[in-house]
């Protein structure tokens, strides 16, 4: 039976091709040269010709960076939109099989990695589907259960992979998960098929999904947010425009632009905003305050 969502990412890759072959005229479809003829509105609706003419502004904003996003897929690298080892869900394949199953089952993910001796040996990743089959096969008896036989070997890929490459790569595949490593074969993060989707389309909510996690809002109108928390998704949940070419992570941002590791408490006003450094681990900035330049 074919998955439904191998056909969407089937739908999206034909998108993305046809998109890269016809890059000008979208460009132009997308540049408000080509408009089509709007029915003359009586003098006395303007005010519903004004909300009209901001939805299709709005709408047009959208297709545009939907557009942008696609060409951007030649661009970025894995390592731009991949989530950091620091932030990686994942289960210790010498645990109880009862406690692997609480910990799959209390995860949002289907997916996660399995890791023995250390965070940095992933030698399976275990599927929620595949672990509860199992179960169910063996009577519910946990001490039946062996991970490993039950886990796929994991797929590694490195971190400069772009994100048209990978892409392609999942749906050769049939994949949708792969561990993501430096040059020296050092496990960096982990990086998904709808990782990949999500920065064409946007955001992509369903019913386990959390909120942005490492991310709050306070009432004084400032954000907590946790060092090793993505530009990317920090610009994309609060649609901020803060700069990701020289760093990935919120807390490399604050180390370039001021070319040192901040002690706590110290602020520094840059790129509009104010970030106030409120916890450093070691040589980590673990998590920083940032408010608007202008409200101190």
Do not use: C
Request: charged share 30%.
């Amino acid at each position: 039976m074919i998955d439904a969502g191998w056909i969407a990412a089937a739908v999206l890759a034909a998108i993305v091709v046809l998109a890269l072959l016809f890059r000008t005229r979208l460009l132009a479809a997308f540049g408000y040269t080509l408009r089509p003829v709007e029915p003359m509105a009586p003098e006395d609706d303007e005010s519903d010709e004004a909300g009209d003419d901001t939805r299709r502004n709005g709408q047009a904003r959208e297709d545009r960076d939907r557009l942008s996003a696609l060409f951007d897929l030649e661009e970025l690298e894995v390592s731009d939109v991949m989530v950091h080892r620091t932030n990686m869900r994942s289960v210790n394949a010498d645990d109880p099989p009862e406690m692997v199953v609480r910990e799959i089952l209390q995860s949002p993910h289907t997916r996660m990695p399995l890791w023995k001796g250390s965070l940095d040996n992933i030698v399976g990743v275990l599927h929620a589907k595949d672990l509860l089959r199992a179960l169910n096969e063996v009577g519910n008896d946990f001490s039946k259960i062996d991970v490993m036989k039950i886990a796929s070997k994991p797929w590694f890929v490195p971190d400069t992979t772009t994100l048209q490459d990978q892409l392609n790569a999942f749906l050769r595949r049939k994949a949708h998960f792969a561990i993501v490593v430096d040059e020296y074969g050092e496990m960096e993060g982990l990086v998904t098929l709808e990782d990949i989707i999500e920065e064409i389309v946007g955001e992509i909510a369903d019913e386990h999904d959390v909120d942005m996690q490492g991310v709050k809002q306070e009432a004084d109108g400032s954000v907590v947010v946790d060092g090793m928390v993505p530009i990317r998704d920090l610009n994309r949940a609060l649609d901020w425009d803060l700069p990701d070419e020289e760093a990935t992570t919120i807390a490399g941002l604050v180390i370039h632009e001021t070319q040192t590791i901040p002690e706590e408490k110290q602020a520094f006003t840059f790129h509009g905003k104010r970030f106030v450094v409120m916890k450093r681990d070691k040589n980590r900035i673990a998590r920083l305050r940032i408010r608007p330049a202008g409200e101190g």
